[in-house]
């Protein structure tokens, strides 16, 4: 799981050579992983700079009510916004924390204006804007 993490593309010929497994054994163990669900799906990832929105906004949320119609409502709306990668329900001062992507900050306050003040059950957003991503990794800690 290791190494698909970090290289999904690797053929299977490969795979089984760094892994030190046979090709069928290996690919019949990919396959397992895959049915089982620890294998959820291969990306590409994508260059956000060159894709033309740079710019990473991380919003808190904080709701009117913890209610499950309004949790439900929320998390069904945001989930339609394209500018919106990533919302986490939290524990602590702020309900949700969404990571927003955007051109610059004009292009964040048409985002914040059309989508986010539209979100039912807000009571409170405040946004963070990131100067710079010091590392970012989508490998999970697997041995």
Do not use: W
């Not at 760094?18 to 290996?26: F, K, M, Y």
Request: charged share 20%.
């Amino acid at each position: 799981m290791a190494v698909l993490q970090k290289q999904g593309r690797m053929s299977n010929a490969e795979l089984s050579e760094t892994v030190n497994l046979s090709a069928s054994a290996c690919h019949r163990r990919v396959q397992r992983l895959e049915s089982d669900g620890y294998i959820r799906n291969y990306v590409a990832l994508l260059d956000a700079r060159k894709l033309g929105v740079p710019t990473t906004v991380f919003v808190e949320i904080t709701l009117q009510t913890q209610a499950d119609e309004v949790l439900d409502a929320f998390e069904k709306a945001v989930a339609r916004i394209p500018d919106v990668l990533e919302c986490h329900l939290m524990a602590g001062t702020a309900d949700y924390i969404l990571k927003v992507v955007a051109e610059n900050t004009d292009d964040f306050a048409r985002i914040h204006r059309q989508h986010l003040t539209r979100l039912p059950g807000v009571a409170q957003m405040q946004s963070s804007f990131a100067l710079r991503t010091v590392f970012k990794t989508t490998a999970l800690p697997v041995t």
